[in-house]
């Protein structure tokens, strides 16, 4: 069956450290991969978007590694602050560009002062 | 910074009741989608529109749905005969064909 999983449990870290969350996926094989940011209460923010050929991306503090053969994304927050708490959601697009999106069910993180 | 805006934010119905849930994409985007998602569950993909039919629609979707872009900005999400499972956020988003999606704030609905 098709599964697209990320670290359940929150994840607790000190400010100033990285922090690094796993999404990984079974059965698809998607197009690329995306990473959003979501507050409670609000909508998901676009973050970073990896395609199939692509091994990494990288966006001001935000770092994002696509690996296909392992069908993982690690996706990294340099120099964490407070302000980047919040639940991070993996999404695979499988409809070959039409933004059919399956989403993860999201990693919880704490930056912590 | 432009933005996708959705109507009403929360809306209470009784079961059996139609609801119109509403939104107003990014006036350059031509790819607009509907997702949802269940109090404490993951956001779900429900439809995608686009040159004024449906690209793509998931199970969720079926008949008591029903996707409208009646003017050059709204875009409306209908559900005919409402049930207690379909209370949840409803989000509505638009991109460019890049695949960066833009979501509204969301309309929480509340079936009772």
């Known amino acids: 069956s098709q599964k697209i999983e990320q670290n359940s449990e929150a994840l607790n870290i000190q400010e100033g450290k990285t922090a690094t969350l796993t999404c990984n996926y079974t059965?698809?094989?998607?197009?690329?991969l995306q990473w959003y940011r979501q507050d409670p209460g609000r909508g998901p923010v676009f973050l970073l978007l990896i395609r199939e050929n692509e091994k990494e991306k990288r966006k001001e503090r935000l770092k994002v590694t696509f690996d296909t053969t392992l069908k993982q994304s690690l996706f990294h927050i340099t120099a964490s602050q407070p302000a980047d708490s919040a639940t991070y959601l993996c999404a695979l697009d499988i409809s070959g560009g039409y933004n059919k999106l399956i989403f993860g069910a999201g990693t919880r993180l704490a930056v912590h002062p | 910074e432009p933005e996708v805006t959705q109507t009403p934010s929360h809306q209470v119905t009784q079961m059996g009741q139609e609801v119109i849930l509403r939104c107003v994409p990014i006036s350059n985007h031509l790819y607009f989608y509907w997702y949802r998602q269940i109090l404490g569950q993951k956001v779900e993909f429900l439809v995608s529109?686009?040159?004024?039919?449906?690209?793509?629609k998931s199970e969720i979707f079926d008949d008591q749905f029903s996707v409208e872009r009646p003017d050059g900005s709204n875009f409306t999400l209908k559900i005919r005969s409402t049930k207690l499972e379909d209370s949840a956020m409803y989000f509505c988003a638009s991109s460019t064909a890049t695949g960066e999606l833009f979501f509204g704030e969301g309309s929480r609905l509340t079936v009772l």
């Open positions: 529109f686009y040159n004024n039919e449906i690209s793509e």
């Open positions: 059965n698809y094989s998607p197009a690329y």
